[in-house]
């Protein structure tokens, strides 16, 4: 097939490929922001009971058929990934009907156990979703460009958790069961339109080449690349051509394969780890327990008379500098004001992380802000802590300077995660792997993500009830450990092509000549394999 022949269709922009699979993330973060609004409303509790057990159950289904969606979408392989559209049946189709099922299930539920169910679907799709979109958009981004592309992810999760707060907000003020059913019923729309949209997206080359329909790779890489690029483009092919054909020769399809070199075992140790120590951050046990009771709480957000809480939130964030929510604050605030505060303090971390894609992460690279991440997250929940220690939140004597304090800390936790573990994360763990176990060792990182995130959730805030200000200090130990793993242990992966990442990790295969192959990459790795085992 003669790639200066690519239909005009095939040969749009990357970029406007790309934010189709945002819709993926996007309905990632809208189904567990809904929630969290959902399960405090009136009606809500009238139909379902209150019962704190129940709103566990609820949270804790869904996260477990997120760890089983991406368990399964891996074992799947990349022969039914989000790139394989020739498949009768794909993975992101899969997820996409399991969203659409699960929402539905749970929009109509009349009883407890239709909504727990369609919560598990509903989390089977997220979990799928979560595992096939970064690999996809790490399999055609180029290079200079992977880490913006890549992540776009955190940045749909984040506007999905935006629009999740503000629906639920909005969603409160009706005096009905259409208050609950409505916003669950809106999970719909992002699910039917990335079905929609994933029938316009190329294949992936990487997967075409492994699978030897090396003419349909040639194309899909001149398509990528777009009119113009011709020369980059059979470049980038012959580069992915020779290495993975390769790694076909000795590749396996177990997950001992993830282990069976010291480079393989350094790939899965990076991967797995940079999405657990993201856990290890406190975002999530802050986001779960200390963000909603400080604002429910805190004396200087209830307080109407010495202090207006909407002039004090307006002044913290302007000394963070990062915009002003007056005109918008002033306009809604009212006895509801800690969900607005909620759905405010959503929108900082997204703000912070589109910043920090467009501009730094594919120049200063992954493990630079990875530490320094870390590294703030010690001073961050080290402040917190003390705030809480010297002012409880039920204390008769007000400070509230040192409440302002807090609520800063918060919203600053927010933004240094959005410049650090919230995009890196999702980049470093599916660009570190080859080909022929990208999508094994994206499955067990992500499945790693889900798994360390509902222990998270679970222990956040039984911690917190009883050692209080205490459990802060697990995070700051916690960091302090990433941070110093970080720095060791973890390579640099900026601008380096998916086939550099075998010099990267140390398994030293040279690109084969087109005219002379050789198969002395193949013999190094068997090399490596054998000294490992």
Not at 74 to 102: D, E, H, M, Y
Not at 190 to 197: D, E, K, R, T
């Amino acid at each position: 097939m003669d790639p200066q022949k690519a239909s005009p269709r095939a040969r749009k922009s990357l970029k406007r490929k790309t934010p189709t699979l945002g819709w993926g993330c996007f309905t990632t973060l809208s189904s567990l922001g809904i929630i969290a609004s959902v399960i405090t409303m009136q009606h809500y509790t009238a139909h379902f009971t209150d019962d704190p057990s129940l709103q566990g159950a609820v949270v804790s289904t869904f996260n477990g058929g997120c760890f089983f969606g991406a368990m399964g979408a891996g074992w799947l392989g990349r022969k039914r990934t989000i790139q394989s559209r020739a498949q009768k049946l794909n993975t992101p189709k899969v997820g996409c009907i399991f969203a659409l099922w699960g929402a539905s299930m749970q929009a109509g539920a009349s009883n407890v156990a239709t909504l727990l169910v369609g919560r598990i679907i509903g989390g089977i799709s997220i979990g799928i979703l979560s595992m096939t979109v970064p690999l996809y958009n790490t399999e055609i981004a180029p290079p200079k460009n992977r880490g913006f592309l890549v992540g776009l992810t955190q940045q749909m999760l984040g506007i999905g958790f935006i629009v999740a707060n503000w629906v639920g907000y909005g969603c409160q003020f009706i005096d009905s069961d259409a208050s609950w059913r409505l916003p669950l019923s809106l999970q719909l729309v992002p699910a039917f339109l990335l079905l929609l949209g994933i029938q316009f997206l190329p294949n992936s080359p990487r997967w075409l080449l492994e699978v030897d329909r090396d003419e349909e790779a040639n194309a899909a890489v001149y398509k990528l690349h777009g009119k113009g690029n011709e020369q980059a483009a059979e470049l980038e092919y012959q580069e992915m051509y020779h290495t993975i054909k390769a790694e076909a020769r000795i590749r396996t399809r177990s997950l001992r394969s993830l282990v069976s070199t010291p480079a393989m075992t350094k790939r899965l140790f990076v991967a797995v780890g940079v999405q657990v120590f993201t856990q290890f951050t406190g975002i999530n046990g802050m986001n779960i327990h200390y963000s909603s009771h400080f604002a429910a709480k805190s004396s200087i957000l209830k307080s109407s008379t010495t202090l207006d809480p909407r002039c004090i939130l307006v002044s913290v964030l302007k000394d963070m500098r990062l915009f002003s929510f007056k005109g918008i604050m002033f306009a809604i605030f009212g006895d509801r004001l800690s969900d607005s505060i909620g759905s405010i303090y959503g929108a900082v971390g997204p703000i912070a992380n589109l910043f920090f894609i467009i501009l730094l992460l594919d120049r200063v690279g992954r493990k630079k802000p990875l530490v320094f991440g870390a590294t703030s997250f010690v001073c961050t929940f080290s402040i917190l802590a003390a705030i809480v220690a010297t002012n409880p939140l039920d204390s008769p004597n007000v400070n509230h300077t040192a409440q302002r304090a807090g609520i800063a800390m918060i919203f600053l936790t927010s933004v240094i995660f959005s410049l650090s573990f919230g995009p890196v994360s999702w980049v470093l763990a599916s660009e570190v792997f080859p080909t022929h176990a990208r999508a094994l060792g994206t499955m067990v990182a992500t499945c790693s993500n889900w798994a360390f995130n509902t222990m998270i959730g679970q222990v956040a805030p039984i911690g917190m009830d009883r050692v209080g200000w205490k459990f802060y200090m697990l995070f700051v130990a916690l960091n302090l450990v990433d941070m110093i793993i970080i720095a060791v242990f973890f390579p640099e992966t900026k601008g380096k092509t998916l086939e550099d990442m075998n010099e990267v990790f140390g398994d030293h295969i040279t690109i084969e000549s087109q005219d002379n192959p050789s198969v002395e990459k193949v013999e190094k790795v068997e090399h490596n394999r054998k000294e490992f085992a």
